[in-house]
């Protein structure tokens, strides 16, 4: 279903509304209202009926909302009926967390190969997957036809990993490098830095 230009602002709202009604459905509740799951979530009423409201129409007044319904709803709302491969680029510590982190199964996502610079990485196993090298990424990736990517490189290295990645086909790139990245148009970049988090957080501690 195309929709019309929503503001990024809301989409990015989606999953954490997809996240917790998940939860609830797990926990045998099967109806909910924006009043409950505003609530839970840390968000007013009105702001998650007009966040739906973008979409089309998916509860009745008086007697909220189906979360099965709801649930199937948001999943094709953000695409993740289906399973998106990923590319994995390194595999220091942190991607071998990521490589063997179970969470992606049953979300719509799967860490399809991983990636690497290091001649003494290259060739041995990381959970199910044998690190490739990064070489032969642009390649491997093209020809899997994969649109998403993980970066866990260092900052210095980053740059250069993404252009050789948008050369791949990636059309998203999730990194974890502490440095912005300048990539053409039409590729979507979602940045995660625990600092900015905590330092986030800390404002919170003086204030």
């Known amino acids: 279903m195309v929709y019309a230009q929503i503001p990024d602002i809301i989409v990015g709202r989606l999953p954490r509304y997809l996240q917790v009604l998940t939860w609830m459905l797990s926990d045998g509740i099967?109806?909910?209202?924006?009043?409950?799951?505003?609530?839970?979530?840390?968000i007013s009423a009105?702001?998650?009926?007009?966040?739906?409201?973008?979409?089309?129409?998916?509860?009745?007044?008086?007697?909220?909302y189906s979360i099965p319904f709801l649930v199937n709803q948001i999943q094709a709302i953000l695409n993740v009926k289906q399973v998106w491969n990923i590319a994995l680029i390194g595999a220091g510590d942190l991607g071998h967390a990521i490589a063997r982190y179970q969470g992606f199964a049953n979300r719509g996502f799967r860490i399809a190969m991983v990636f690497d610079i290091d001649q003494n990485k290259i060739g041995r196993e990381i959970g199910e997957f044998i690190i490739q090298d990064i070489a032969a990424m642009v390649e491997t990736i093209r020809s899997a036809d994969i649109k998403i990517a993980m970066i866990t490189v260092t900052a210095q290295s980053a740059q250069g990993v993404a252009e050789k990645?948008?050369?791949?086909?990636i059309k998203s790139i999730l990194t974890y490098a502490p440095v912005p990245l300048k990539l053409p148009p039409g590729i979507f970049i979602q940045y995660i830095d625990p600092i900015i988090q905590l330092q986030h957080m800390t404002?919170?501690?003086g204030n």
């Open 203 to 205: 404002y919170y501690l």
């Open 165 to 169: 990645l948008v050369e791949a086909g």
């Open 46 to 64: 009105a702001q998650i009926r007009k966040d739906l409201s973008q979409f089309g129409e998916f509860g009745k007044q008086g007697t909220g």
């Open 30 to 42: 099967q109806t909910t209202s924006s009043q409950d799951l505003g609530e839970r979530i840390g």
